[in-house]
């Protein structure tokens, strides 16, 4: 049995107490990767954004609203963990300051400045032992598979998950499976479940009993 992190969901940057820049994740696919681990024995940690999905009542479940706060969460809930899967999408900007008060309209332009947030999984990525592993997901719309492979090195992932731009707030995905040494070992279409019952038996297959599979992780 494995201890396995997932994040899941968006996170939120808010401009003011009222106001926040986020995105359309549902968590679907990450409370899927939970209900696929739970399945096969192991411990599941998610840490989600805020989310309506339910996850399984069998999985830790730390709720976040920042991408600063699910790195820093995530970060001390990997000290404990063989390995990592990074199913949520966070904002990848934040802005350079928080009104503490609600701002009011001035009919005038609002310029917005933002810098980018940390990323958890090329955090986690460069930090992991050798006995622990990572898996990114990527969603590209062009030149899909290349820009997959060159996401997976450049966060240190050992697999990667490829999955196509209507995966977003769907019931449905379809995905490409891909090894740090480039190979493809899976390709699935499916319900969420279906395919996150196929990425965790690719997990457990080629990360967590790789001389099973002939693969080194
Ligand atoms: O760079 P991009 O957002 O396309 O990468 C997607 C992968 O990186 C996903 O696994 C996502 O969970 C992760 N990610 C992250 N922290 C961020 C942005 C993305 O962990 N700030």
């Not at 709720?63 to 963990?81: W, Y």
């Not at 966070?90 to 810098?115: F, R």
């Given at each position: 049995m494995a201890r396995i992190l997932i994040t899941s969901g968006p996170t939120r940057q808010y401009l003011d107490p009222v106001r926040y820049l986020t995105n359309a994740s549902s968590g679907r696919m990450g409370a899927a990767l939970a209900e696929a681990a739970l399945r096969r024995g192991h411990e599941v940690v998610v840490i989600s954004g805020p989310v309506s999905v339910d996850y399984p009542a069998a999985?830790?479940?730390?709720?976040?609203?920042?991408?600063?706060?699910?790195?820093?969460?995530?970060?001390?809930?990997?000290?404990?963990?063989?390995?990592?899967?990074?199913?949520?999408a966070?904002?990848?900007?934040?802005?350079?300051?928080?009104?503490?008060?609600?701002?009011?309209?001035?009919?005038?332009?609002?310029?917005?400045?933002?810098?980018?947030?940390?990323?958890?999984v090329a955090t986690l990525g460069a930090a992991k032992s050798r006995s622990q592993w990572v898996v990114g997901f990527a969603l590209e719309t062009e030149d899909i598979r290349f820009r997959a492979i060159v996401k997976m090195s450049r966060k240190c992932c050992d697999m990667i998950v490829s999955n196509s731009a209507d995966a977003m707030n769907s019931e449905s995905n379809s995905v490409e499976v891909i090894l740090k040494d480039g190979e493809i070992v899976g390709q699935f279409q499916g319900t969420k479940q279906q395919v996150a019952h196929d990425i965790m038996g690719l997990i457990q297959l080629h990360l967590m009993d790789p001389s099973q599979s002939g693969t080194a992780s």
């Open positions: 999985a830790k479940v730390i709720q976040v609203v920042t991408t600063t706060e699910m790195l820093e969460v995530t970060s001390h809930e990997f000290q404990a963990a063989d390995g990592l899967i990074g199913a949520a966070p904002c990848d900007y934040m802005p350079t300051h928080v009104e503490s008060q609600k701002m009011s309209k001035t009919g005038h332009k609002l310029h917005l400045e933002l810098i980018e947030t940390p990323d958890i």
